[in-house]
């Protein structure tokens, strides 16, 4: 299957050929937040391969998407057809016209599809009936559907207990970009970013291809960030509002919870999460708290050495922790805010932050950098009980070949220096580490930093050294 230009999504690519060449119906949901390119990866992907496509319309009633999708099915037919009174005589219209279709494998896209599930409308009924009674049948149809409510994709496709209950041949969480793939699509659009600049975009938006796009080539990274956030009419100026809504119904509880995170760093518990923000600890929170995962908005984790109640949820969007950190008040009042902000501690200690969640966000590439890929591990974090200087290590990568990998993570903006003090620090973290975790496991210190390690007689302290370098591998 030919495709267009489409940068990076090469696990989604391979999938996607297999599903276009597959002997069977396919059913497809596609979902992750919003701006991260779900519909432009379909259109990219298949190209003028559609027998249907139709987007469902914000805000509107039944009746009105019912008229959108007559006319919708109209265009494609170039037949006169009366408009459905029900989603029922809707869907029975489709599959009357693809009976006809000569098409070998029939491409179904619904974008926008939980716009169409109007409160009585009948449309997860008449959705229901159209696979199970008809298309699964069959051996050509694909039906890819997304949108931007992720939450009513999860809830009424992924997770259904109905009709529809494991009807999905494929789901795809489609997440931003890596740093690599950040990396190409500059490349691709001839705007020439190092490497150190591409984090600190990442850092400050993370890897939403729409984001993305409202890069300028000419102009500074600080530039560009202050164009997008801090000028008199930023390009996103109502992006977090826009996004929270768009994502999840109701979702007032999303931002306080998010909110919540974002003045502690390390993360809450479930408990703490529910005191914070006066959410009751049921089943509802653990919707919202599992619709934000789904969403890459939160991580959960677990200390090292820690039981399962004590797990930690953590904000790790970046966007997210921009926002609530430097966009949400705005008292800088400062159309060139970020760039004059650079260097700046204010700035350095945001970037010390970010550049440990940019690094957990890239567990993956550091373990290839580690030579570790192909063997078993898991990874967690870990907070001494007992010290007195409450040593804490963000990254711990316990692996099955008997070696437990913790990882420092330290921005700086040149080589880094370990001084006394910092060595003293560090063997005080893996003394504590190795007296509260006891195992046969040797213990092996990484030390990630943008530009690497300055040479000197407390370097050695270091079995391994990685740099910003490696993130993009």
Known sequence: MEQNEVIGRQA??????DIFSSNQSEFVAIYGRRRV??????RETFSKKFSFEISGLANADTKEQLVNFSLTLKKTTGEELKTPKSWLEAFSQLSDYLEKSKQKRKI????EMPW????RSGFLTALEHFWNGWASARKDIVLIVCGSATSWIINNLINNHGGLHNRLTHTINLKPFTLSECDEYFKWRKIDFSRY???????????????????ERGLSVAQNIDNLFFAKNPKLKNEFKNLYAALFRNSNDYVKIVEALSKKGKGLTREEISRLTKISNGGGLTKV???????????????????????LYQLIDPYTLFYFRFIQKNEFNDEHFWANSIDTPLHNTWAGFAFEMLALQHTAEIKKALGISGIQSAVSAWRSKISEKAAQIDLVIRRKDGIINIVEIKYCNEKFTITKNY???????????????????????VLLTTFGLNRNKYSGIAQKELTLNCLFD
Not at 12 to 17: A, D, I, P, S, Y
Not at 108 to 111: A, Q, V
Not at 423 to 445: D, G, Q, W, Y
């Open 108 to 111: 179904l896209f619904f974008d």
């Open 116 to 119: 169409m599930d109007t409160p």
């Open 423 to 445: 060595e003293e620090n560090l063997r005080n973290k893996i003394s504590a580490f190795k007296a509260e975790i006891p195992a046969r496991n040797a213990v092996h210190l």
């Open 37 to 42: 390119g779900k519909t432009y990866l379909v």
């Open 289 to 311: 708290l599992q619709n934000l995962e789904y969403c890459d908005f939160i991580r959960t984790y677990n200390s090292l050495g820690k039981k399962t109640r004590n797990t």
């Open 12 to 17: 989604e690519k391979v999938l996607f050929n």
């Open 197 to 215: 600049q591409i984090a600190e975009i990442y850092m400050a938006m993370g890897g939403i291809p729409f984001y993305l796009s409202k890069i």
